[in-house]
């Protein structure tokens, strides 16, 4: 197994381990659950720039580096629901069109079949990795020795704005469009 692999693998087990300290409410753990996500998300930026710069590129990391982000963002929108910041059925929705993608995937691979994450799958990856980091970062924020207003500020983005609200529909709707192009584009190759 080369680096790149090792690397996705690495986020796989990074992504229990960075929920259950966020999930624990303790503020040092919180602190230490910030900095695995943040590893991992580096681990993501760097096993692809490596595949790339040594054509260390295999059919596993193909399918393994997806499925790494999966976990890691499953796990964090899991972590945003049990912190009641994201309603179920939206983490369901994202989680379910993770788990029937990765499963198309593997069945088309099966097929001999590669189906090759889409732009707009990737802009979606995007924009959840991004969300995460700025919620993870507020929570994190949140452990320090900060006035009054600002935690106030915070809990208020996090818990009431309308600008979050906003965010997460945006993240739900692109999760659904990309679940469904996924099909759509195995239905077309198949009529080919």
Do not use: C, H
């Amino acid at each position: 197994m080369n680096l790149p692999n090792q690397l996705s693998v690495l986020r796989v087990i990074l992504s229990p381990v960075f929920y259950f300290l966020v999930a624990s409410g303790d503020t040092m753990n919180i602190k230490i659950g910030f900095l695995i996500y943040v590893i991992a998300g580096l681990t993501d930026w760097y096993d692809g720039w490596y595949a790339r710069k040594y054509k260390s590129i295999t059919k596993l990391g193909i399918f393994l580096d997806p499925l790494a982000d999966k976990v890691l963002i499953s796990f964090a929108f899991l972590l945003f629901f049990k912190l009641n910041i994201i309603p179920l059925w939206m983490v369901l929705i994202i989680i379910i069109r993770d788990v029937v993608v990765t499963s198309l995937r593997s069945y088309e691979e099966f097929k001999g079949r590669t189906l090759v994450t889409s732009y707009i799958a990737k802009i979606k990856t995007f924009i959840q990795m991004v969300y995460v980091y700025f919620i993870i970062f507020l929570l994190f924020v949140k452990t320090f020795d900060i006035s009054p207003e600002v935690r106030i500020s915070i809990d208020n983005f996090i818990y009431n704005s309308i600008v979050n609200l906003i965010i997460i529909w945006i993240i739900t709707l692109i999760t659904i469009f990309t679940g469904i192009s996924y099909f759509y584009e195995v239905r077309t190759e198949e009529v080919k």
